[in-house]
């Protein structure tokens, strides 16, 4: 098949990658697996050869066909084909009878970021993801404070990422005009309620409306903030008032957050 660019398509062919992704995602019989953009089918024969549950979802018709012929055989897989970003993910898992799962695929560059988002924020959360991504997108979400960005602390808010590998641009047919990276989120969980959370982001957006700018200058103009409670916040929390939004960590968000709404 023809890899299409207008769909960022770069079908992973190096099998040793797939081995170490699933692996790493500790796959098993008894787990039910959301692959998205299955292309090929090169992860999605490994996924299915471990015997867990696979839901495959393609958004390229033309490919439909040859994975139904390809998995035909096989009744632990259901290919469906779905737009991965106007699917109500909930609904789709209450219709396979799903509760628990894992994502595991090899997305879509172009849309790395919303495909994170969707499931991180989906009601229905995955118990982990292990993504095939930009290899520079993937050392932003890992971040520490010092080069924290809105992404990193949209995931880490959620969940653990690390990175398992490294990714050579040989491992894909075509090659990608970018390294890439296999990405690892764990541990995903809701950490405070929906009020809790939308304060969380509110007050985060605000601190990184302009990097280049002090933290504190953000949030007195754009939480309408007495400045003076805001300076006792950060001595209370030991941030310096020079900070900008980048050095903090996700526990220092966290307190701030507190300290603001509560």
């Known amino acids: 098949m023809k890899a299409k660019k207008r769909l960022g398509q770069n079908f992973l062919t190096d099998l040793g990658v797939v081995e170490e992704m699933i692996k790493a995602a500790a796959v098993s019989a008894d787990d039910a697996v959301l692959e998205i953009g299955p292309g090929t089918g090169v992860l999605t024969a490994a996924l299915v050869d471990t015997g867990a549950s696979v839901y495959a979802l393609e ?19 259901s ?10 993910i909930a609904q789709f898992l209450r219709e396979q009878d799903v509760d628990s799962y894992k994502v595991i695929a090899n997305i879509p560059y172009y849309i790395t970021s919303l495909i994170i988002r969707l499931f991180l924020e989906s009601e229905v959360q995955p118990s982990q993801m292990m993504l095939m991504v930009q290899k520079e997108v993937a050392e ?13 602390l949209s995931v880490q808010y959620f969940g653990n990422p690390s990175i398992v590998r490294e990714v050579p641009r040989t491992s894909f047919d075509p090659a990608p005009e970018v390294d890439s990276a296999v990405l690892h989120i764990s541990g995903i969980r809701r ?12 007050i985060v957006r605000v601190g990184f409306s302009a990097k280049r700018k002090k933290l504190i200058s953000n949030l007195t103009n754009g939480l309408h903030c007495n400045k003076e409670e805001l300076d006792k916040a950060f001595n209370a929390l030991g941030i310096p008032p020079s900070a900008r939004a980048q050095e903090l960590s996700l526990d220092q968000w966290h307190k701030l957050r507190e300290m603001i709404c509560d």
């Not at 950490?191 to 509110?202: I, Q």
């Open 59 to 77: 958004y390229d018709r033309d490919l439909i066909p040859m994975l139904t012929e390809k998995f035909g055989g096989h009744s632990n897989i």
């Open 79 to 88: 290919i469906t084909e779905a737009d991965i970003r106007t699917l109500y």
């Open 191 to 202: 950490p405070h309620n929906k009020h809790k959370e939308k304060d969380f982001f509110r």
């Open 140 to 152: 932003r979400i890992c971040a520490k404070p010092g080069e924290m960005s809105l992404l990193a």
